[in-house]
């Protein structure tokens, strides 16, 4: 039985958070905290590998990679994201880090992110410093994404490819690395129960107006294994 699409979200009942689990350190989430994290080796099994199976069986999994990019601000850091067009084929409407599919051309995992990002939000990679990758993740639709996770220093312009991204914002890092903002939602369907992540951010518009970004699915879920890899 096919496993059905989940197309809204927010409808989905929540289950609970894991506001048990205790939120990463403030200490933790400083800039040379974080390259000494990547600096170090240690084991670490991601806590979600993939939404389930693909559901495009019919083509090989698409390499692509994404940027987790951490803004530099007043002493903190924000995770730069980007709200994608209503138009498109994959993720249409929802929240997502800067990045996609690999190019022939890209040298490796990094240097796709550099170039979607670039491409894009127009963020030039002068700006960006890599610190590292997380583990692979294979989405529903038949991509198998590696997050590269960067430091931003401020006094960027970004200029958002319209077609691609309806607009870009930021979120505290440490809003996101509390487990008490993770929800757990749960649907039972004819072909079994699905469960999620949601991490929604109650933030201003480009237009100075009140918006709720609800961060779910591929995206939740890497910010989850990202929350679990400075966790150790």
């Known amino acids: 039985m096919t496993r059905p699409l989940i197309l809204n979200p927010q409808a989905v009942p929540v289950i609970g958070t894991d506001a048990h689990l205790p939120a990463v350190d403030v200490a933790r989430l400083q800039a040379d905290a974080l390259r000494e994290r990547f600096r170090t080796a240690l084991a670490f099994e991601p806590e979600f590998?993939?939404?389930g199976r693909n559901?495009?069986?019919d083509r090989a999994p698409a390499q692509a990679s994404v940027l987790v990019p951490l803004v530099a601000r007043d002493n903190d850091l924000r995770v730069l994201l980007t709200r994608r067009t209503d138009h498109l084929r994959d993720h249409a409407g929802q929240i997502s880090f800067p990045g996609g599919r690999t190019e022939e051309h890209d040298a490796d995992a990094i240097a796709t992110a550099l170039r979607e990002t670039e491409e894009e939000v127009g963020l030039a990679r002068s700006f960006v410093e890599v610190i590292?990758?997380?583990p692979?993740?294979?989405t529903v639709t038949g991509f198998v994404v590696t997050p590269v996770v960067?430091?931003?220093r401020p006094g960027f312009e970004l200029a958002l490819d319209s077609f691609e991204v309806a607009?870009?914002?930021?979120?505290?890092l440490g809003f996101l690395m509390d487990p008490a903002n993770h929800r757990r939602h749960q649907m039972d369907t004819p072909a079994g129960t699905r469960h999620f992540y949601s991490m929604p951010w109650d933030g201003i518009a480009a237009d100075g107006q009140p918006r709720q970004y609800f961060i779910w699915g591929a995206t939740a879920a890497m910010l989850r294994n990202f929350y679990r890899y400075l966790s150790l």
């Open 136 to 138: 692979r993740y294979a």
């Open 167 to 172: 607009e870009a914002f930021e979120v505290p």
């Open 49 to 51: 590998a993939g939404d």
């Open 150 to 152: 960067a430091l931003v």
């Open 55 to 57: 559901l495009r069986a």
């Open 132 to 134: 590292g990758t997380l």
